[in-house]
């Protein structure tokens, strides 16, 4: 079998796409008229296979029954690095024993539908926490601009296997959708309980319960010690806790886990009509071209003052949510469902924020480690964020109203006497964030905007809206692991992992590392299975 690549009209592309086996896909928006490149595979004469041709889409999974397995591992987190961790030690022989501080999938459903009629947060049951992790109900966009090692094509292969489209095996920015997702991660919480793993839901490890994991990973491999505090040795303990959980950062703190102040962003997340965003990145799109190509998205990014500004999780025809884990803050992320059909399109707008930064931190007008430095503390850049999400608590309104500005008005630096319609379901209030937001944040965000209207002009208007704070675009700490083992560089048995320890930054990304961390506990058997 051979590839032919070919460069098509939209209309060409979706009749190919129908009729043969496509291996890759993306849409060329560059040029006035929008191209689509379709990969297909050819037999030896160069004619593509048809859809239905016979050829496996790629090695299905092979989970073992590990009911009575000799070794186990425990997992502190249900997000993609903790579930696709589990999955890839069942495949190995290994038994997952997971422990997650929200609830299942149906259940955490119904707290986040609260939260959306603005009537409560659950502090352990929302956007961050629950089976799942932070991405199962915010977009479910599968791409990462890393360039880690790793398959990253087998996560795509065990999303397709739990039920996602066939587009998520060659499309080059796949999607599943925030609709979709959710059925995807009871199927593998289902075939991870089927096949003898444990997960316990609303548990959250405390310190009594992580100094026993920790203990119990201590023994050689074969032994049963009769002290053992849970009853039976462990290989490791992987963490994989993701970005948000503030908590345990404190905890693994006070307990000598090593921890480090690494480089984050945050700012606000702006929403357009997703009608602007199609013309000024399709030029003059058709009713036709969008039900053929999807609705634009964008990717925007310049540099102020020595620092990136840039967009980040952007979700044409989306939706912006409440994704704060903690009272008395605001926090909002975006979310798409799978037909990305709302009229509105939303996307981050951060500010990096080196670790030096936080050296500043008391001319930022920031939070109470003002004295510290960032290597003396690797917790002020998480304080930096908690400082902010509080602000933009004081400037909203209980419990979930988001401060929110005009964008033009921000640029300009006045009051929005009105805001336009919106995605966002609890709520707004008019509000000055271009006078309350860090100069280090607000002035940097203000040009940026000017930039981005440099290039595509229009952006800058006051059809648009921000919403503030966009904080937990990546986590603010990292926990240092040894590279060749992978176990933190303080805590033996202990496997950092995913976003939450700084190692990954999003679902694809994240289920890798788990899927890496996994193999390499593997490794400490005289075989695998």
């Not at 050819?42 to 009911?67: M, N, R, S, W």
């Not at 702006?270 to 602007?276: K, T």
């Not at 937990?472 to 083992?485: G, H, I, Q, W, Y």
Request: glycine letters at 10%; hydrophobic letters at 35%.
């Amino acid at each position: 079998m051979k590839q032919q690549t070919l460069i098509l009209s939209p209309e060409k592309a979706h009749d190919m796409e129908q009729k043969f086996r496509v291996v890759k896909r993306s849409v060329d928006a560059r040029q006035k008229q929008l191209k689509v490149h379709l990969t297909v595979l050819t037999d030896e004469h160069g004619a593509p296979l048809p859809k239905e041709a016979p050829i496996p889409l790629y090695e299905q999974p092979c989970f073992q029954d590990v009911h009575n397995a000799e070794h186990s591992v425990a997992i502190i987190g249900a997000g993609p690095a903790g579930l696709f961790a589990a999955l890839t030690l069942i495949e190995h022989g290994i038994r997952p024993i997971i422990y997650e501080r929200g609830k299942e999938v149906a259940e955490r459903k119904k707290d986040i539908a609260i939260l959306n009629r603005n009537q409560g947060l659950n502090a352990d049951s929302n956007y961050c926490f629950g089976e799942g992790g932070a991405g199962t109900f915010s977009d479910g966009k599968l791409f990462s601009r890393s360039k880690k090692r790793g398959n990253m094509q087998r996560v795509m292969e065990l999303f397709h296997h739990f039920g996602g489209d066939d587009r998520l095996l060659y499309e080059a920015h796949a999607h599943i959708g925030s609709d979709k997702l959710p059925t995807i991660i009871r199927r593998m919480r289902e075939c991870i309980l089927e096949h003898g793993g444990e997960i316990h839901f609303s548990t959250c490890v405390d310190e009594s319960l992580f100094r026993n994991l920790i203990a119990n990973s201590q023994y050689p491999i074969g032994g049963t010690p009769s002290n053992s505090p849970l009853g039976r040795p462990l290989l490791g303990v992987i963490l994989a806790i993701g970005h948000s959980a503030h908590d345990t950062y404190h905890m693994l703190h006070a307990n000598g886990v090593a921890l480090a102040t690494k480089g984050f962003a945050m700012g606000v997340r702006a929403e357009h009509p997703q009608a602007l965003i199609n013309k000024l990145m399709y030029h003059d799109p058709s009713p036709e071209l969008i039900r053929l190509v999807g609705n634009a998205s964008y990717s925007l990014v310049t540099q102020v003052q020595g620092r990136g500004v840039y967009s980040f999780c952007m979700c044409p025809g989306g939706h912006i949510v409440p994704a704060g884990s903690a009272l008395n803050s605001c926090v909002v992320n975006g979310m798409s469902a799978s037909h990305r059909n709302s009229p509105f399109a939303n996307s981050g707008m951060v500010v990096e924020i080196r670790p030096e930064d936080l050296n500043n931190i008391g001319t930022l007008k920031q939070a109470p480690t003002a004295h510290e430095t960032f290597n003396s503390n690797p917790l002020a850049g998480l304080e930096f964020q908690q400082h902010l999400e509080r602000l933009a608590f004081e400037h909203g309104g209980e419990p979930s109203l988001a401060p929110a500005q005009r964008l033009k008005d921000f640029v300009e630096g006045r009051q929005s006497q009105t805001l336009p319609s919106c995605s966002y379901l609890p709520g707004m209030v008019s509000s000055r964030l271009d006078q309350w937001l860090p100069e280090h944040i607000g002035k940097r965000l203000q040009q940026g905007f000017r930039d981005f209207d440099r290039k595509y002009r229009g952006f800058l208007t006051n059809e648009a809206v921000i919403l503030g704070v966009e904080s937990r675009s990546s986590s603010a700490v990292r926990l240092p692991r040894d590279p060749e083992t992978l176990q933190s560089i303080s805590t033996p048995h202990l496997y950092p992992c995913g976003e939450g320890a700084g190692y990954a930054g999003g679902i694809t990304s994240s289920a890798l590392d788990g899927i890496n961390v996994a193999l390499k506990i593997a490794e400490q058997l005289p075989s695998t299975h």
